[in-house]
């Protein structure tokens, strides 16, 4: 180990109206695997860790532990409500240094108006932890961080102990043998609300059809149930090998684990700058590299998919022109190729006025055309109306943010929620004047393909 560095400021948390003192020590460790690093956590901290890693794979996040959570049901405050509290938290740390960097980590539900029981009840509409035990991993450098939150001025004592443990999780990491994850054994599975989900469709085309809406995105699930007690690190593993392309994120809350492998940004912030991702209209990968050209350029061509994506760029560039002094578009799609499938995209980027955030952008974009539809207002209504389920972190933000303001979220697609035993899987698509129930339904099996594999099953076409 190579450097170290401490700090220590005391901070006053004005919701909790008391005197909070923050200690934090960050040492530069010897590369180690992140996933091994999460694994290490699995006695003590099961329930209450979180991996994340960016598409371009500069930046890896794991948190064991919680040093504090801040959670709300504030409906649509709790975007604002979670960034007054994160800014009070750390308004005396050290700025400037990236590795010194406390960092937020969580998500904000779909639709907070959202009650439908199931997998997600009692999930807060907003849940993010500042983890014990922070490894970061940039620029092939790695950097462990242990946090305590605490009322007592003289934490000595507490704060040796955190780091004997953070000694233990780290040799654990590094020498023992890198665990191989088998997939898990699906004993059978089912799909949740398929008859409500082909009727929604032609129940929103109607809707369409009389000018009530331009376009609603209507999702479904897809429910494993396994021969044993799945584990968040053998899922996770999965995911890292088969979907590196993708952002990758791991949230677990006590029993439950979301966990996905998204294509899409929803906004990134660094130093001042924000970027966006519009990714909206999609079609499935070819058997050969000339098939796949093919379908590439029919996406390109195809007007009910065209028309889905300028949506959401015309979305993402208001709320840019709202936030930035300056901003960059432009003209035309390209394609992203992901292993299962290929849509529609167009980067968006602008320097932020003063005033901008990246909360403040994440509750302005969210939820874009993509996941929501056109316009917001009516298509929320709709959704509530003739969606049968609960979609919890599902097409969502989540992410982080540091307490400098930098950070990422991405929407939460391509994703699924492992309750013990049991998995839901999450998928959905722009209904349009046009669609057609059994199309859209074949659809959502292309966008399920990723999690399914992951979790040890198959779809066939």
Partial sequence: MQQKWYQATEVEVDSLGQNLHFYMETIEVSRLSALAFYAAGEELYKGERFY????????????LGHAYTIQNNAKNDRFDAVEAEWKSLTKNCVKGQSELQPILFGGFTFDPQNEVTGEWTDFPEAYFALATYQLVIRDDKAFVSIHLISKNEQAESQFEALRKERDHLIHAAQVKEVKTYSKPEITSYFEPYKEPYLASIDQVTALIKQKKADKVVIARSLALQFKEQ???????????????????FGLERQELLFFG????????????????????????????????????QSLLNDSKNGGEHQYVV????????????????????????????????????GQLNSEATILQLTKSLHPTPALGGVPRKEAMEAIRKYEPMNRGLYAAPIGWVDAEGNGEFAVAIRSAALLKDKAFLYAGGGIVADSEPQSEYEETLVKFRPMLRALGGQLHE
């Avoid at 970027?275 to 796949?292: L, M």
């Avoid at 901003?327 to 390209?334: E, V």
């Fill in 314 to 349: 015309d979305m993402i560039a208001e709320t840019f022109r709202e936030n930035c002094i300056e901003m960059k578009i432009p003209d035309s799609p390209r394609l992203l190729k992901i292993r299962d499938i290929q849509h529609l995209y167009t980067p968006v980027e």
């Fill in 52 to 63: 994340w890693q960016n598409r371009e794979k500069t930046m890896t996040l794991v948190g």
């Fill in 230 to 248: 799945v584990s968040s690190p053998q899922v996770l593993s999965q995911i890292i090998h088969e979907q590196p392309e993708s952002y990758l």
């Fill in 261 to 296: 492998a998204s294509p899409e940004r929803l906004v990134k912030v660094e130093n001042g700058r924000a970027f966006s991702s519009c990714v909206a209209g999609s079609i499935k990968r070819g058997k050969t590299a000339e098939e796949d050209e093919a379908y590439g």
